[in-house]
């Protein structure tokens, strides 16, 4: 995949990553909605977002297991971000670690594929 590729592919990827840890997120705080309208309201705009998410993803004609371990590497701050700012719950070291490993396999998978 050459420069120009690459520098479309990044912010797709990193939208379509906010877009699957966002709904995944919505889907939690639907689940512990107190009201039924709520709760159904919330998994109204999970379904969008992760509809939106597949959409994003999948429109592109792309070799989408080339791009698997960028895509991964985002998801993975991604989601990391949001339980911490959202849900108030920090990584663990062991998380950290592993992370770092999700990190460094994402970049040798791009580099290298």
Known sequence: ?????MHT?????FAAAVLEAGGDALVRVGLRAPAPVVRTLVF????????????????????????LGIYVVFFFVVAQL????????????PVLLGGGLI??????ISIFQ
């Open 82 to 93: 949001i339980s911490w700012l959202v849900f108030k719950q920090p990584p663990s070291t």
């Open 103 to 108: 990190v460094a396999g994402g970049c040798i």
């Open 9 to 13: 592919a990044l912010p797709i990827l």
């Open 44 to 67: 109204l705009v999970a379904a969008i977002v992760l509809f939106t998410y597949g959409y994003v993803v999948n429109v592109p004609n792309w070799d989408f297991g080339r791009l």
């Open 1 to 5: 995949m050459d420069f120009k590729q």
